[in-house]
């Protein structure tokens, strides 16, 4: 893949180089020789239909799920080689993240700063301020088991953001978060891409990765069918929506059927 993917992208260092990505369950191959890179201040969109390989990809990037065959480098350190000094560098929102449900929303990000080694002051006055802009702080003594699926989003990305990381990797960060949350997400993350940090993406939201992003990476069937600047990928389409309906091809077969539901 080229260096058009993101700018800055060639010095093998940069926030994320991802190179030959495979991973197969059984006979499926869910990720089949992915090529990534993200530059420094970019913003990543990575999008694809259901099943595509997102997830599974953004999971091997963050070290949570392991690969068949290729490398991810964060800030040129080998996810597989130096898993914990990686892992400092990213904030990772995972898919169907699966939190102590027992805990209250301030124990939570409290807790994960405690493990992350943090001084408890700190820990807890960024997890007043994140609760905040989140507008969790009414919910902070609130049991996560209680909490709305766009909540439990929110206290996520809360816990990805608390150790300043240098490259956040978030999936599906605005699903289910209403539309005020999202504008406080947008802000606060064009803040921190603005502040040298980088983001990776993924979303089903073509009008929300156009906004956002700078670079998208369109992926199919688990391989990365194109990827550059948002501009580059849309082509002569119209907008994103267009040319990822064109890249991925769009599905009608069978919709005149279900004629039993307009009776
Ligand atoms: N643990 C697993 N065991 C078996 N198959 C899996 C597993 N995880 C993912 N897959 C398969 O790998 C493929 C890619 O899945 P993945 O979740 O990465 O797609 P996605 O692009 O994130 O989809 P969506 O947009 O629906 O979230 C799918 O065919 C899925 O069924």
């Known amino acids: 893949m080229s260096d058009e993917q993101s700018p800055a992208a060639g010095d093998g260092a940069g926030p994320l180089v991802i190179s030959g990505l495979r991973k197969a369950f059984g006979t499926k191959v869910a990720v089949d020789s992915v090529d990534l890179t993200v530059g420094r201040g970019s913003f990543?969109?990575?999008v694809g239909p259901n099943g595509a390989g997102k997830t599974t990809t953004l999971s091997m990037a963050?070290?949570?799920?392991?690969?068949?065959?290729?490398?991810?480098?964060i800030f040129g350190v080998d996810v597989w080689r130096?898993?914990?000094?990686?892992k400092a560098l990213i904030g990772v929102l995972p898919d169907g993240l699966s939190v102590p449900e027992r805990l209250t929303g301030r124990e939570l990000i409290v807790y994960s700063g405690l493990i992350r080694g943090m001084d408890r002051k700190v820990a807890e006055s960024r997890a007043d301020e994140l609760l905040y802009v989140m507008g969790l702080h009414e919910a902070e003594r609130t049991l996560i088991i209680d909490y709305s699926a766009g909540m439990r989003k929110k206290?996520?990305?809360?816990?990805?953001l608390l150790h300043a990381p240098k490259l956040l990797i978030l999936d599906e960060p605005f699903e289910a978060v209403d539309p005020v949350s999202a504008a406080t997400i947008r802000t606060i993350l064009n803040r921190f891409v603005a502040a040298g940090g980088a983001v990776v993406l993924s979303s089903h939201v073509m009008a929300l990765v156009e906004l956002m992003c700078?670079?998208?990476?369109?992926?199919?069937?688990?391989?990365?069918?194109?990827a550059g600047p948002v501009d580059q990928v849309k082509g002569g389409e119209q907008g994103l929506?267009?040319?990822f309906v064109a890249l991925v091809g769009g599905r009608?077969?069978?919709?005149?059927?279900l004629e039993w539901l307009a009776s």
Do not use: Y
Request: proline share 4%.
């Open 82 to 86: 130096e898993p914990a000094k990686a």
């Open 252 to 257: 009608n077969e069978g919709v005149e059927g």
């Open 241 to 243: 929506e267009q040319a």
């Open 44 to 46: 990543f969109g990575l």
């Open 62 to 73: 963050v070290g949570l799920l392991r690969p068949d065959a290729g490398s991810v480098r």
């Open 155 to 160: 206290i996520g990305l809360a816990n990805a």
């Open 214 to 226: 700078d670079h998208v990476g369109v992926m199919s069937d688990g391989k990365i069918v194109a």
